[in-house]
């Protein structure tokens, strides 16, 4: 048995999106028929990534499980000749069994794209959204910088379950005009959740229509409520453009905003399965959240054990944040205590 990894290219405009449904054909149906049909036994993907209805994407991530002793690069060739012209593998190769790719770290790249013009242009009808009015993109640019950095975007998402944690990080959010007229909002992040960016579009063009300044973009993180935001631009205008996984852990993950502070060391993960947690600064409320979310982070990454430290003093032997529990604390020269954390669930598993 050997996994194979799958970098798929679709148009999404004749499909009910990337995941099985009863409504209608999706990317998953036909890669799980072409796939079963070339190895001669059942085949289920596995997608990083479920893409809307009509959204598109030039690296979405699949991973199965074969038997068949085709090599792992070859399987692409023969795929795309049982595939439909609008889906097209563009590469196939072997993954350790274990390699799963919603549970690695991965940045995200999106874009939207905006006709921006009075008459539509029918060749691009499939893969922009079309807007009468005239868009500012110089304001839209100045918006979407508030959005850079880690930050609770529940304005910016349908929530699927309220207890969602709804904290992403955004890289890199860019808006820029092509001389025909098509503005492309490029957005890196850590990951999306559901809506997340055609309602950060859809936002943004409200900024540029002039409803909204700028500046208000602040107000709508903070007031974490979907109503507070603008409407879910259309699933034509979004592409998948690529899915780059981290080989390692990055050594240092760092935030600061005006909710929290905090430094995660990573560098010792690797050699010493090591972890080190500093809150500099965290609002009560996000307090309880952050720290559930940065530990399983990092016992995801590989750390076995973590040492954590509060520098406004909140954490306490016997705590528990989610799944993690803080045991033995030792003084440090800031005055400050820092806790030795595990799993509760590993160490109910391994006493």
């Not at 770290?105 to 691009?124: D, G, M, Q, S």
């Not at 499939?126 to 005239?134: E, P, V």
């Not at 002039?210 to 592409?239: N, V, W, Y």
């Not at 010493?272 to 995801?300: G, H, I, Q, S």
Request: proline share 4%; glycine share 6%.
């Amino acid at each position: 048995m050997k996994r194979i990894r799958l970098t798929v290219a679709y148009d999404g405009t004749n499909y009910c999106g990337w995941q099985l449904q009863p409504n209608g054909i999706t990317i998953e149906e036909v890669l799980n028929k072409a796939l079963t049909d070339l190895l001669k036994e059942p085949i289920s993907v596995v997608g990083a990534s479920r893409t809307d209805s009509g959204v598109h994407s030039l690296g979405n991530v699949a991973v199965f499980d074969t038997d068949n002793r085709m090599p792992a690069d070859k399987i692409c060739l023969a795929l795309n000749q049982r595939l439909p012209e609008d889906v097209r593998v563009q590469a196939s190769e072997e993954v350790p069994s274990d390699w799963h790719p919603r549970k690695h770290n991965c940045v995200k790249t999106y874009e939207y794209k905006i006709l921006n013009r009075k008459i539509p242009v029918p060749t691009l009808r499939l893969y922009t959204h079309f807007c009468y009015f005239d868009l500012d993109e110089n304001k839209m640019r100045e918006a979407a910088a508030f959005l850079v950095g880690e930050h609770d975007f529940r304005s910016f998402c349908t929530l699927r379950k309220q207890d969602e944690d709804t904290v992403r990080t955004i890289y890199s959010l860019t808006v820029d005009r092509s001389s025909d007229d098509v503005i492309t909002i490029g957005i890196r992040g850590s990951g999306f959740l559901y809506n997340m960016v055609r309602i950060i579009a859809g936002t943004l063009m409200k900024v540029g229509m002039g409803m909204c300044a700028p500046e208000e973009m602040e107000r709508i993180l903070e007031a974490r409520d979907r109503q507070a935001a603008g409407p879910t631009a259309p699933a034509r205008g979004l592409t998948l453009v690529s899915m780059e996984y981290e080989k390692a852990p990055r050594p240092e993950v760092r935030a600061c905003n005006r909710e929290w502070d905090y430094v995660l060391d990573q560098s010792r993960t690797e050699t010493e399965k090591t972890a080190y947690l500093t809150v500099n600064r965290c609002d009560d409320r996000w307090f309880p959240a952050l720290m559930a979310r940065m530990l399983r982070y990092a016992f995801r990454n590989g750390a076995e054990r973590i040492w954590a430290e509060d520098r406004q003093g909140r954490l306490k032997e016997g705590q528990q944040y989610g799944i993690f529990v803080l045991e033995q604390g030792e003084a440090m020269d800031n005055g400050s205590r820092r806790f030795i954390v595990r799993s509760a669930v590993r160490k109910a598993e391994n006493p």
